[in-house]
């Protein structure tokens, strides 16, 4: 089963959601401050990662980035005041999802399943290897190399660049985006995809204005050549 940590320092928070989520036959872990939940991931072996954006120690923020310079674990980040700011700050820093305070559990549980079943990329044969100029992309592995280098994505950025790739010269709408990548019962709009499709040039690109991967059809979505 999956080994899901919370990072939240709200106790009585942090009980019930482990016990709802221990009901539904997943493994728990918590951790009540930034450096803890830190140091869980850096010596754990997790699945996914709920994370509290307001956290004493090291803020949910600056968490979500420093994870993000070692691992792509899924991670949905809880904020409290739920301003679309905070979220997409948040999805910049790596987050795969966002749910403002307070929730439903069901809701959680739902987007939790979601990214689980989205953990890996359906959308190429497993034993592809996909090359774009000077990109390539081993899928099973999910390896991106630029020049031979490797590259950091995330993993709504690497399923974005799988789908992208594999189907070149094919244009996806945002909405059509959300569906593919996020799914029907994702909860966020379409501006999510705008900040992927951003952080992904600009990891990707040797010119992120002048993108010569990714291209934007002005009114209608993005297509890759």
Known sequence: MENILIIDDEEMLVKGLKLSL??????????????????????????????????????????????????????????????????????????????????????????????????????VKKHDVIKLGDITINVPDKIVQKNGKDIDLTNKEFELLVLLASNPGKLYSKDKLMDLIWGFDFYGDTNTVNVHIRKLREKIEDDPANPKHIFTKWGSGYYMK
């Open 22 to 123: 221990i009901q539904e036959g997943y493994y728990v872990d918590c951790a009540y401050d930034g450096e803890e939940g830190l140091e869980k991931i850096k010596n754990g072996n997790y699945d996914l990662v709920i994370l509290d954006l307001m956290l004493p120690k090291i803020d949910g923020l600056t968490l979500c980035k420093e994870v993000r310079s070692f691992s792509n674990i899924p991670i949905i980040m809880l904020t409290a005041k739920g301003e679309d700011v905070d979220k997409i700050v948040g999805i910049e820093m790596g987050a795969d999802d966002y749910l403002a305070k307070p929730f439903n559990t069901r809701e959680l549980i739902a987007r939790i399943r979601a990214l689980f079943r989205r953990t890996t990329t359906p959308y």
